[in-house]
């Protein structure tokens, strides 16, 4: 009986061994695979955040802002660049919110009507590579964000307020 016990093959020795190197190579591998995949799922979230972002808050202060026959919310220019215009009227007096792009950089700027200001005061929001808004339909508007990764989304908006555009 001991004469069994002593008798080893070398594939006894190796298999083993063999085992533990296809296992640890498989679990590198996966390592590998799995950091890669986190990293690009990281990036595109961070990218869709930025232009989701964007588009939810221009949507957010048109519907803070839109009140039937009350508030008048159109695109129009501010200083040279287009601008999504909200206007408000306090006591007797009218103010205007601007929300704009200047030099690659989501803005917003609130000023009395007839108020000279640069576009580059206005408040930073976030950065965008572009950012762009129009009149789809009477009462449509659609505005498109491009983040600084080149993702792009866009948003219809409809408003209740009245303005001749």
């Not at 009350?70 to 009227?89: K, Q, W």
Request: overall charge negative.
């Amino acid at each position: 009986m001991n004469k069994k016990r002593l008798r080893q093959h070398t594939i006894d020795f190796i298999f083993p061994i063999a085992l533990f190197f296809v296992f640890a190579a498989s679990s590198l591998i996966v390592l590998i695979l799995s950091a890669n995949i986190y990293r690009n799922i990281t990036e595109n979230s961070r990218s869709i955040f930025t232009t989701r972002t964007c588009l939810s808050y221009i949507t957010e202060k048109i519907r803070q802002n839109d009140e039937n026959g009350t508030e008048s919310i159109y695109i129009g220019n501010f200083d040279g660049c287009r601008a999504l215009i909200m206007e408000h009227t306090y006591g007797d007096t009218l103010y205007h919110t601007y929300i704009y792009e200047n030099d690659g950089i989501l803005r917003e700027l609130f000023l009395q009507a007839g108020t000279e200001a640069s576009s580059s005061v206005g408040t930073e929001i976030m950065k965008v590579s572009s950012f762009q808004m129009e009149e789809a339909a009477p009462g449509l508007l659609r505005f498109t964000c491009v983040s600084e990764d080149g993702q792009d989304e866009q948003v219809l908006v409809s408003i209740h307020s009245d303005h001749s555009m």
